[in-house]
């Protein structure tokens, strides 16, 4: 082997820069090498975490009065957590007060979160029973000072039961928003995560909410369900919270490399119109490793195209209201 030779590269990086067959010479100058670099998938990704991590701040508009939101599906795996822990992260680094109610006793929003949620920690469970304020059991999510989240720990299993005797069962939530409200703790959004069923909890979320968005996942069968959650959601609009109704619905777990995904975004699409947020959230490997790093994807990985999606839709999902609120100003006027 030549001396002048340094090596070759063998692997191909993720997005398509093959240097398996680019030979350096002991000639080949830095900036020739770095010229190289600069136009691969790694340097891009990088450029776009940058743009997240120091540009993002301020680029939103605050909305004109807090916004409470609501994540339903009662299909399980649809991506209900993982839409709000990383719209919440979304949001919020671009300087937005965003605080995220995890209602799933299952408490996987508070672990993507990285914040504690083991038996005893003050959580949404003693929040729904009326023992502390919304403010004494929120905490101050590790990696951004912006994100705030209440947890949820084991002891929620239990209130479905403890909340059939209470009084006023369906509210409590909403009574304990009004009180942080009162408080001052002004709040830009409030994302409400439910579990996966249609029980007390549940309706807690939608009773304390303005808007539902509503996660569909581009697989097969996805559509069921979504029937019966609509007709939950027209309920309890009509007798328990008129100002309730259905914002937005976000496509996820696409892959554009399959037929199926098409049929099912294109379908979703026309049966339910502009609901649908045009931002699709795709399969990423980085999306699922994130919440075991105690991180959203938008904190894990800037770069990826999975928090580049959750960005888009945040700034969707904020600036269409925007404008539909502008539009619906201007018709009364």
Do not use: W
């Not at 398509?16 to 680019?22: I, K, P, S, V």
Request: charged share 20%; hydrophobic share 40%; with cysteine.
């Amino acid at each position: 082997m030549s001396t002048d030779h340094v090596g070759s590269v063998s692997r191909e990086t993720g997005g398509g820069l093959n240097l398996a067959d680019t030979t350096f010479t002991s000639a080949t100058s830095t900036s020739a090498i770095d010229d190289i670099l600069a136009d691969s998938p790694i340097a891009a990704a990088a450029q776009r975490a940058t743009r997240v991590l120091h540009g993002a701040s301020g680029d939103l508009p605050r909305p004109a009065a807090q916004r409470i939101l609501t994540v339903a599906n009662q299909k399980g795996g649809v991506g209900k957590t993982t839409t709000t822990v990383n719209l919440a992260a979304a949001l919020s680094v671009h300087g937005l007060k965003v605080l995220v109610i995890d209602l799933d006793p299952q408490g996987n929003a508070s672990t993507a979160l990285g914040v504690d949620h083991r038996a005893g920690v003050p959580s949404s469970y003693e929040v729904l029973i009326g023992e502390i304020s919304v403010g004494d059991a929120m905490q101050t999510c590790p990696l951004n000072a912006n994100l705030f989240c209440v947890p949820a720990t084991i002891d929620l299993a239990g209130a479905e039961i403890e909340l059939v005797s209470i009084e006023r069962r369906e509210s409590r939530l909403k009574e304990a928003l009004n009180e942080a409200n009162a408080a001052d703790l002004a709040f830009d959004y409030i994302l409400i995560d439910c579990p996966p069923s249609l029980g007390l909890l549940t309706l807690n979320a939608m009773v304390g909410a303005t808007e539902v968005i509503i996660p569909i996942q581009c697989e097969y069968y996805a559509l069921e369900g979504v029937g019966q959650l609509l007709r939950n959601i027209e309920l309890v609009s009509a007798h328990l919270n008129p100002a309730l109704h259905v914002s937005s619905i976000l496509l996820t777990m696409y892959d554009a490399r399959t037929k199926l995904a098409e049929q099912v975004a294109t379908e979703v699409k026309q049966h339910f119109g502009d609901v649908v947020l045009k931002t699709a959230i795709p399969r990423s490997v980085k999306v699922s490793e994130a919440p075991g790093y105690g991180m959203t994807v938008i904190e894990y990985d800037p770069g990826s195209r999975g928090a580049m999606s959750y960005l888009d839709a945040g700034r969707e999902l904020a600036t269409r209201t925007i404008m539909s609120t502008s539009a619906r100003m201007s018709e009364e006027a």
